[in-house]
C-alpha cells in the first residue's frame, strides 16, 4: 500500500490549493479515504473523509464550506480542494486510507 500526497505550498490568505492523494498497492474503489492535518505543537486531526463511491462525504466544522474532498476512483486518486484559506489552516496534510498513511504535504497559509 502506498498513499502519495502533492499539492501544498505556500500560499496568502484568501486563496487556495488542491492537494492530490495517488494510491496504489490495494482495491482503492473499495476503501473510504480520509484527509487529516497536523499542525505544530497540536494533535492530528481528521480534516475530510469520503465513502468507497464517493457518495457521501464528512467534514470537520472548521473548514465546512471551504474545502471539498472528491475522488477519482479511475485514476485511484483522493483530493481535497481548500479555499478560502486561513493562516490556522497552516498544517502537514495527510493522506490515510486502508490504515496507511502518506508522507504528508506542507500547507503554509501566510501573507
Known amino acids: 500500500v502506498q498513499l502519495v500526497e502533492s499539492g501544498g505550498g505556500l500560499v496568502q490568505p484568501g486563496g487556495s490549493l488542491r492537494l492530490s492523494c495517488a494510491a496504489s498497492?490495494?482495491?482503492?474503489?473499495?476503501?473510504?479515504m480520509s484527509w487529516y492535518r497536523q499542525a505544530p505543537g497540536k494533535e492530528r486531526e481528521l480534516v475530510a473523509r469520503?465513502?468507497?463511491?464517493?457518495?457521501?462525504?464528512y467534514y470537520v466544522g472548521h473548514v465546512k464550506g471551504r474545502f471539498t474532498i472528491s475522488r477519482d476512483n479511475a485514476k485511484n486518486t483522493v483530493y481535497l480542494q481548500m479555499n478560502s484559506l486561513k493562516p490556522e489552516d497552516t498544517a502537514v496534510y495527510y493522506c490515510?486510507?486502508?490504515?496507511?498513511w502518506g508522507q504528508g504535504t506542507q500547507v503554509t497559509v501566510s501573507s
Open positions: 469520503i465513502t468507497s463511491d464517493g457518495g457521501s462525504t
Open positions: 490515510y486510507g486502508k490504515t496507511k
Open positions: 498497492g490495494f482495491t482503492f474503489s473499495s476503501y473510504a
